[in-house]
């Protein structure tokens, strides 16, 4: 299964989607993931890939993650992962 793939599945648990219903232009908010989701997303992202995410909840538009649509995450987990 593809990083895209694996972050789709995440991200509509999350949502109480089906994984076609994720889309690269798709943001959290559309998705209709609040703040403590985004946590519990990035969470499970860490877990399934085994990095670490630089990423503050308490001011995620600080953090050097990305997550203003589904293409960003898809790239910053792609360069941590390719970092391990």
């Known amino acids: 299964m593809s990083i895209q793939s ?3 599945s995440i991200l509509a648990e ?12 798709s943001t ?3 998705l209709g993931i609040d ?7 990035i969470f499970a ?5 085994d ?6 909840a308490n001011e995620p538009q600080r953090s050097d993650f990305d997550i203003s ?6 790239s910053g987990i792609e360069a941590l992962v390719s970092k391990n």
Do not use: H, R, W, Y
């Open 6 to 8: 694996k972050v789709f």
């Open 14 to 25: 999350q949502a109480f989607l089906e994984p076609f219903d994720v889309t690269l232009e």
């Open 28 to 30: 959290l908010d559309e």
């Open 35 to 41: 703040s403590m989701g985004v946590v519990e997303c």
């Open 45 to 49: 992202i860490e877990e399934e890939f």
């Open 51 to 56: 990095i670490t995410i630089p990423f503050n």
């Open 69 to 74: 649509n589904v293409a960003s995450m898809i």
